[in-house]
């Protein structure tokens, strides 16, 4: 079963969740060395799945930004998401990118015939993820299986919220199994449609509003940043953490870090101490 997730920390956690290990067992005067799964994980809700890392492909395009008319194998899409990388990651962000971009790998594993399993949330990038590949495996008659994360899941006396699957640790993944469910041939089509219809729209972003995935203009995001910051210095990666903290928002930091970006250049948010990186600078509402 090839697992399909649509960004980079959810691939990373799946890959963990499906590792195979090698380990020693003695039998009699003879040591054997066996390939298996990791020692069961010894806390509740929790377990591993079948295969190994290399069943995971990482759609990680990140769909919700940007112009979608563009090929996303283009140089618009990578260009377009190291430059945002990049505000974190400096140097280290081309390769990052190429390493989650794997469309070409994906379509051998749908030429193979493999059943496919898709792990979407109601993230931008997940759902916009899953709307495309849908567009995609309207050309192919492999088996499509779905996985949606909950809002939320009740443990004992908790309840634990999610935004997206980059929440959960590796050993929770199998846990999420029993909502698994194939994906039909006419709801494949549904979610082509849905597609379609976001790339004529073409906004330069994509958000969940009211249920429903819709284009929404570039400062859709900004009100979340003028709430939080005041006159007061404040550190960016910590006015980021707050402003995601507070309104629960399912996109990036990096988008954050672009529209801050913005701002100073357009003369709104003072930089009061400058650092190598964006994140690190000290920060706070100019006077006007």
Same mark, same amino acid.
């Given at each position: 079963?090839?697992?399909?997730?649509f960004?980079?920390?959810?691939? =990373?956690?799946?890959?963990?969740?499906?590792?195979?290990?090698?380990?020693?067992?003695?039998?009699?005067?003879?040591a054997?060395?066996?390939?298996?799964?990791?020692?069961?994980?010894?806390?509740?809700?929790?377990?591993?799945?079948?295969?190994?890392?290399?069943d995971?492909?990482?759609?990680?395009?990140?769909?919700?930004?940007? %112009?979608?008319?563009?090929?996303?194998?283009?140089?618009?899409?990578?260009?377009?998401?190291?430059?945002?990388?990049?505000?974190?990651?400096?140097?280290?962000?081309?390769?990052?990118?190429?390493?989650?971009?794997?469309?070409?790998?994906?379509?051998?594993?749908?030429e193979d015939?493999?059943a496919?399993?898709?792990?979407?949330?109601?993230?931008?990038?997940?759902?916009?993820?899953?709307?495309?590949?849908?567009?995609?495996?309207?050309?192919?008659?492999?088996?499509?299986?779905?996985?949606?994360?909950?809002?939320?899941?009740?443990?004992g006396?908790?309840?634990?919220?999610?935004?997206?699957w980059?929440?959960? =640790? =590796?050993?929770?993944? =199998?846990v999420?199994?029993?909502?698994?469910?194939?994906?039909?041939?006419?709801?494949?089509?549904?979610?082509?449609?849905?597609?379609?219809?976001?790339?004529?729209?073409?906004?330069?972003?994509?958000?969940?509003?009211?249920?429903?995935?819709?284009?929404?203009?570039?400062?859709?995001y900004?009100?979340?940043?003028?709430?939080?910051?005041?006159?007061?210095?404040? +550190?960016?990666?910590?006015? !980021?953490?707050? !402003?995601?903290?507070?309104?629960?928002?399912n !996109?990036? %930091?990096?988008?954050?870090? +672009?529209? !801050?970006?913005?701002?100073?250049?357009?003369?709104?948010?003072?930089?009061?101490?400058?650092?190598?990186?964006?994140?690190?600078?000290?920060?706070?509402?100019?006077?006007?």
């Open positions: 079963m090839i697992e399909v997730l960004a980079d920390s959810e691939a =990373a956690s799946m890959k963990a969740a499906k590792s195979t290990v090698i380990y020693s067992k003695v039998d009699g005067p003879t054997v060395f066996i390939a298996g799964k990791k020692r069961p994980p010894e806390k509740e809700h929790s377990g591993w799945l079948k295969g190994s890392a290399s995971v492909v990482c759609f990680g395009y990140r769909l919700d930004i940007g %112009d979608i008319q563009k090929d996303i194998e283009s140089h618009y899409r990578k260009n377009l998401i190291f430059s945002l990388l990049n505000m974190e990651m400096g140097e280290e962000a081309q390769d990052y990118v190429d390493c989650f971009m794997q469309m070409q790998q994906l379509r051998i594993y749908l015939g493999e496919i399993r898709i792990w979407y949330s109601d993230a931008p990038y997940s759902r916009c993820g899953l709307y495309h590949l849908c567009n995609i495996l309207n050309c192919y008659e492999n088996e499509i299986h779905l996985v949606k994360l909950p809002e939320y899941e009740v443990r006396k908790n309840i634990v919220y999610y935004k997206n980059g929440e959960v =640790a =590796a050993e929770e993944f =199998a999420f199994l029993s909502g698994e469910r194939i994906l039909s041939k006419e709801e494949i089509q549904m979610y082509a449609f849905l597609w379609n219809d976001l790339v004529e729209d073409n906004s330069p972003l994509r958000a969940m509003v009211n249920g429903k995935m819709i284009g929404v203009p570039e400062n859709f900004d009100f979340m940043i003028f709430n939080r910051l005041t006159t007061k210095p404040i +550190k960016e990666c910590r006015l !980021i953490g707050d !402003i995601i903290g507070h309104n629960q928002a !996109i990036g %930091d990096w988008w954050f870090a +672009k529209r !801050i970006q913005h701002f100073i250049e357009e003369g709104l948010i003072k930089v009061l101490e400058d650092a190598e990186t964006p994140y690190a600078r000290l920060i706070c509402l100019a006077n006007q």
